[in-house]
């Protein structure tokens, strides 16, 4: 078929997409453990099967002796380097990260005690009565505080500072706004409610409270030498007063594995980075390394998880210039304030309580001196670490991609101003489309690369790929074009620990693997070829993004979708991520569902990003060359006076603006708190003094024609079109089960649309509205080519004009396609479709199951002539053919002659006999996998892949008259049979870990596998 210039050169160009599109790995290396051979038998099967580039990385190991092959080591370099080379050698990336395992930056050339190293803050309390007179309370550093819920140990550090001694008058509880521990906001005095909780609510403690009015800074008062530093104070009333001591010293976290010790750095002094920065130039970045780099374009730092933790009572981030950069960008001292920062966060930031509470009269100024605190940090988060480490590796070819704030107390969006590339990852949001338009907004506004860290989960080896092509399919409809796949371990690792199916990597409990294990693996080339199409034709031109939202958010809950246990019962995963959440009718962040059903995009960032110079307000949108937001969205209760300013400098020039009052949004899903706003924009998130600035700028624009205001969400929709909102795409009519994302380029418009409810419901027929007369057509991301969808048409929007293509999709549930109008090609017609016909069942079949079980381990030896042999044990797959008795289509574990206990692939074959080919396009419906990658060939020819939701083939040109042989291959997971050999038996369940219940391994059931039809020929006209 001849397709017009503009969709024929995008048809060349993916007919083979280029090797930077397709997916790429984490490689879990079983420490510096690995042999030459082994490096590269893996990094050339990870190229043979398709694979983009390989970020690499250790977690710590039983049985590796790490100060041999450790982080740091001479073994770790040699494998780190070889890597490199390999890779480099076959047009992949590869992404190191920034220290030992996964969770932070940390060098062994530090000590707790560096200023290199992290900083926390920490206090001892003191009651006073009336006068105490003496030394100063210091910090016990080696008193046992139980183990931290984050990676690493502690080594104790030797040395305290003294910051500050603050009084105040505190009772036991008393009239807080709430009367209770609140969760950390950002400048809301509304607090957080139960609401819809999905696991079980936490009852929380009477808090301390303490009078504002009475916090005295007593520092200067502090007398003696450091290590003898005393006071003499007296309370000035009969009151309980209470003195807070405050000490900084090292954190003392350590990571492994490492050859020696490796300790967190500090991110928030320009000490840390510089430390690492000098560490990089003069260890690692020899010339043989940076003349590998120099040869690859696409070399990566990939900085990870923020999982950093603080040991004492105080429970806050230090630095040497936290205090004096928090004068200098907030106007004020934050000295009085620091025994109502005091915190607990036993996990990640969302799980912040304060230790104090302040009086009822100052819960607002209050919250707006914690809102300055965390918005310092993120400040120097981004100046003192992001963006001297990526100007660093700019200067030696190196892109920094990072999971931006994740973890700490930061502001989620803000520092994608600093990284290359914006990452999220699929473990800790648990394929939930809200929690990827976070972090989309800043990705789309400043033009990053947008990708996941996906396929993590708790259930290894259990679940069909159908359930990771879902991830993927959710994060595409937000805009993620980038897939860094959750991971790949050589099957090769340590004597002693390593048994079949092969080497862990990230534990038997906390991934999956994408490698030459998996039964899979036959069918990776075309999963990553199809994989790589979709992500090339969502990188093309730019993207179109309705509605851009405003929202600041320092305590993001980024362990949304680890959240499996109510109470005692365990939710599986699998029914979490196909049941629950956004597939219930709950998104968790922007909660109304009326411009989602719309088939509109939205997505989230903080204000200030609209006070970049680089970002612009022109021909009626927000950073046309970008998302082209039509409308911004205001609905938080806090907003920057700077930030309104500018709204109303746009609005002015005619920008859309919404202001929704009465929105709720998620503040932690664990405990199924909410927040619950009022008046939106009521106040500044900080202690700035212009409440009543932001007021008057607020009142300007409400009155102006281009903004309109609601009381709840659920008119937000209503209240946009008023404006003159129309969806770059949208749906004729609402519709629940379709998710859509755009692309503009050129004369080419792509919609990508994806049926979500995958467990849930029915097949789906959307109409999508395109503006633009042009010939529609879909895209099979198997095969590169183009059908064309001869019942769209266009339809006049006034008199005249022929401007919008309606262009009806028809989705079966977890299905997603793309789209593409071509407004170069004249117009649609909008021919009648009929339904496709059945020419044929498939019902005699063929069956045999290649069954998969450990076969004879094999031990490597490599000596590099350093004095000693490395040793590593592989373990090899045994494979036995078994044929099914019988002809029928029926699950593995039903078939006569295979057997619940079977895992690997299923062939079957049969006759299809023609007495002529038909006319039209012939489709080979297969029905049902089960889930499993596979393919199919046709008389000889080569396989072809498909949906593993819609198992079609369209086999044009493959059939011939007379008799057709047809072989179907389908891959099952490996569960069946590691159930069967005990193997989930010895693996504890980490969700019940997490959520602090004593041991338990997995349920794990037997599962379905294997064609199961009804597999039909159908001619589709």
Request: hydrophobic letters at 40%; charged letters at 25%.
């Amino acid at each position: 078929m001849t397709h017009p210039a503009a969709l024929e050169a995008l048809r060349a160009a993916i007919a083979e997409p280029p090797i930077e599109y397709r997916p790429e790995l984490r490689w879990w290396l079983a420490e510096g453990l690995h042999t030459d051979a082994t490096i590269r038998r893996e990094i050339a099967a990870a190229h043979r099967l398709g694979f983009g580039g390989m970020e690499f990385l250790a977690m710590p190991e039983e049985n590796i002796d790490e100060a041999r092959y450790g982080w740091g080591s001479e073994e770790w370099t040699h494998d780190s380097h070889t890597i490199v080379a390999e890779t480099t050698a076959r047009g992949m990336s590869f992404s190191f990260t920034s220290g030992t395992n996964w969770s932070n930056a940390n060098l062994p050339t530090i000590t707790p005690d560096d200023p290199a190293a992290s900083q926390e803050l920490d206090v001892e309390y003191e009651p006073v009565r009336e006068r105490r007179v003496g030394l100063l309370p210091r910090i016990d550093l080696g008193a046992d505080r139980g183990e931290g819920g984050l990676p690493g140990s502690r080594v104790t550090p030797k040395r305290q500072h003294l910051v500050a001694v603050v009084a105040a008058a505190v009772t036991d509880s008393g009239p807080t706004a709430s009367g209770f521990s609140t969760p950390a906001s950002d400048g809301a005095a509304t607090l957080a409610g139960a609401d819809g909780a999905a696991g079980t609510t936490t009852v929380q403690a009477l808090t301390p409270v303490i009078d504002v009015g009475t916090l005295t800074d007593l520092t200067p008062l502090v007398t003696g030498d450091e290590g003898a530093e005393a006071l003499d104070w007296s309370a000035p009333d009969a009151r309980d007063w209470r003195l807070f001591v405050f000490w900084m010293h090292g954190t003392g976290q350590t990571a492994s594995p490492s050859a020696s010790v490796n300790y967190t750095v500090n991110y928030l002094d320009r000490d840390g980075v510089d430390a690492v920065i000098d560490y990089w130039r003069e260890v690692v970045l020899t010339d043989a390394l940076k003349a590998d780099i120099a040869r690859n374009p696409r070399a990566q730092m990939y900085m990870d998880s923020l999982e950093l933790n603080t040991w004492g009572e105080g429970g806050m981030f230090w630095g040497r210039c936290v205090a004096e950069e928090f004068r200098a960008r907030r106007g004020y001292d934050i000295t009085p304030w620091l025994p109502l920062l005091v915190r607990s966060a036993p996990l990640m930031a969302v799980s912040t309580r304060y230790r104090f509470e302040p009086d009822a009269a100052h819960a607002i100024e209050v919250a707006k001196v914690r809102h300055d605190y965390v918005a310092t940090l993120t400040d120097l988060y981004i100046e003192h670490m992001l963006q001297p480490f990526a100007d660093f590796l700019h200067e030696q070819g190196i892109a920094l991609r990072a999971e931006i704030s994740y973890g700490l107390p930061f502001e989620l969006t803000r520092p994608g101003v600093a990284v290359d590339g914006i990452e999220t990852e699929s473990l800790e949001f648990g394929s939930q489309i809200d929690a990827y338009r976070l972090m989309a907004g800043p990705a789309h506004l400043l033009g990053k690369q947008y990708s996941s860290e996906t396929g993590a989960t708790t259930r290894n080896h259990m679940l069909p790929h159908r359930f990771y092509d879902q991830i993927i399919n959710t994060q595409l409809a937000a805009g993620i074009t980038k897939t860094v796949l959750h991971g790949w371990s050589s099957p090769a690792g340590a004597e002693g620990s390593t048994e079949w199916p092969g080497h862990e990597g990230m534990l038997p409990m906390f991934s999956e693997r994408f490698d030459t294990r998996q039964p899979a693996a036959e069918f990776y080339p075309l999963w990553n070829r199809a994989v790589g199409r979709v992500q090339q034709v969502l990188r093309r031109g730019r993207p179109r993004i309705d509605v851009g939202i405003l929202r600041t958010d320092h305590f993001t809950d980024n362990s949304s979708g680890m959240m499996f246990y109510d109470g005692e019962r365990r939710i599986p995963d699998e029914v979490a991520y196909g049941r629950m959440w956004m597939r219930d009718r709950q998104n968790h962040w922007w909660r109304d569902l009326g411009m989602q059903d719309a088939g509109w995009g939205y997505e989230f960032f903080d204000g200030s990003l609209l006070l970049r110079d680089d970002v612009v307000f022109a021909d009626g949108v927000v950073q046309p060359d970008g998302p082209g937001y039509q409308a911004l969205i205001v609905y938080q209760e806090a907003l920057d006076a700077d930030v309104a300013a500018r709204l109303l400098e746009w609005a002015r020039a005619g920008l859309r603006v919404l202001i929704v009052n009465g929105a709720s949004e998620l503040k932690r899903l664990e405990t199924g708190e909410y927040f619950h706003y009022g008046a939106t924009a009521a106040r500044t998130p900080g202690l700035d003094g212009r409440d009543a600035e932001l007021a008057a700028t607020m009142a300007a624009l409400k009155v102006l024609p281009s903004v309109a205001e609601v009381d709840e969400p659920a008119r937000a929709v209503e209240a946009l079109r008023a404006l003159g909102v129309i969806g770059y795409h949208e749906f004729a009519v609402p519709n629940q089960n379709v998710l859509a994302y755009e692309r503009i380029d050129g004369d080419l418009t792509h919609v990508y649309v994806y049926h979500f409810l995958y467990e849930t419901e029915a097949p789906t027929r959307v109409n999508i509205k395109i503006p633009g007369a042009g010939i529609a057509y879909q895209l099979d991301q198997w095969s590169g080519r183009f059908r064309e969808l001869g019942d769209a048409h266009t339809e006049p929007i006034g008199p005249g004009h022929s401007d919008v293509t309606v262009v009806p999709v028809r989705l079966r549930p977890g299905e997603a396609a793309v789209i593409t109008l071509d407004r170069s090609a004249g117009y649609s017609l909008g021919e009648s479709a009929t339904a496709p016909a059945i020419v044929a069942e498939l019902s005699d079949w063929d069956i045999t199951v290649e069954s998969w079980d450990a076969g004879e381990a094999q031990l490597i030896e490599e000596d590099r002539g350093l004095g000693y042999a490395t040793r590593e044990v592989l373990p090899t797959t045994a494979v036995t053919r078994l044929r099914a008795n019988g002809t029928a289509l029926a699950p593995w574990k039903d078939l006569d002659g295979v057997g619940p206990e079977v895992s690997g692939v299923g062939e079957y074959r049969t006759t299809l006999r023609l007495d002529v080919v038909p006319d039209g396009r012939p489709v080979l419906d297969l029905g049902d996998v089960c889930g499993g990658l596979g393919s199919v060939s046709i008389n000889g020819g080569a396989p072809i892949g498909f949906d593993t939701s819609a198992p079609r083939v369209d086999v044009t040109g493959l059939l011939r008259t007379g008799s057709n042989d047809v072989v179907v291959r389908v891959s099952s997971s490996l569960s069946n049979r590691l159930k069967a050999r005990g193997y989930y038996e010895r693996i504890p369940d980490v969700s019940a870990l997490l959520s602090g219940l004593p041991y338990r391994p997995h349920h794990v059931p037997v599962r379905d596998y294997g064609l199961t039809g009804p597999v039909r020929l159908l001619v589709e006209n």
